[in-house]
DNA sequence: TTGCCCTTCATGCAAACGCATAGACTTGGC
DNA sequence: GCCAAGTCTATGCGTTTGCATGAAGGGCAA
């Protein structure tokens, strides 16, 4: 393998490794209320939509197979945390949106969450390193050249 | 929150984005052969270490919970691609380690695996890039300063 | 319109997971 | 040496996951 090819898998190795580890940290806190982080993270990920969100979009997103993912919306409309309504515009296709509850449980949960992760990153890493992170990440999640808050408002994670 | 704080949100959430975009396209390779990736991991942390590892040990590295992670250790031990000791140091402990029959598959399917990160990672980012996010995933996940080669030759991934 | 194929989401079912806890062993104080 | 507390791994059990597939609607050609 070249030299670079070499360089990718390590630092795709050190991405994998911090993502373990953080998200180890994460889950041990005690942010996430009756929700598990899987959980929580559809929620947080229709907050981020103004929209309704289809389940496909929503299955991008989240790194879940599509009837798992069904099957946690479900429940979770259950619970009332959102609502499915069918789409007018394509009679296969579901609507997904946040209740007024699912909001509010997103943000209490979210709020606490983002503290310990601005923490927990800022701990390790300078500013410059920070953005330089934000800016590959981005770059290798496909959205290239997000800034900050283009995410709609304030990063509510 | 403050700007720093928001900032490291940002980077985390990119690299959370970055993760699950990634996975999914490795994880829809033809790369598998027999095995999920989780189990990849087991086989690949394990060849990473020379000695026989503890399964508490595994478990740091591995994002799984402990009696997940015990119950695949039967399963891969029982398909003949890791061997369970007895620890002679501490009655409690198990070590384990990859047979031949596992180190094979781990090389082989790491081969292919490999390649496709070198591929997806290298055609998104620059040299520098590259180095930056070595450097700063390193760094939280806890081991900074490692170079690209310390973890014993080839990166098998 | 009809027929065919494609897309979207849901369901059956076996496998795998997490939580709580048990069992085995170690460690340290008395 | 012995007991209490702590550590390490395994097991019971209900829940969740993934794979394969089904059911229902959309899109397009004839």
């Known amino acids: 393998m070249s030299d670079r090819g070499r360089l990718a898998n390590h630092a795709w190795e050190g991405l994998l490794s911090a993502h373990a580890r953080l998200m180890k940290q994460f889950a041990e806190a005690d942010t996430w209320q009756d929700l598990s982080m899987r959980e929580y993270d ?63 449980k997103q943000r209490s949960i979210g709020r606490g969450h983002a503290a310990h992760v601005a923490r927990a990153v800022t701990a390790e890493l300078s500013r410059d390193e920070l953005e330089q992170l934000a800016v590959i990440a981005w770059k290798l999640a496909g959205r290239a050249g997000t800034t900050t808050d283009d995410d709609q408002k304030e990063p509510q994670q």
Not at 70 to 96: I, K, T, Y
């Open 42 to 104: 559809v929620l947080y990920t229709l907050s981020k939509y103004r929209e309704p969100l289809r389940i496909g979009e929503l299955h991008r997103h989240v790194l879940l197979s599509q009837p798992a993912l069904s099957r946690m919306v479900d429940r979770l409309a259950e619970r009332g945390l959102l609502e499915r309504c069918p789409d007018p515009a394509d009679g296969r296709g579901v609507r997904l949106s946040l209740t007024a509850a699912g909001r509010d």
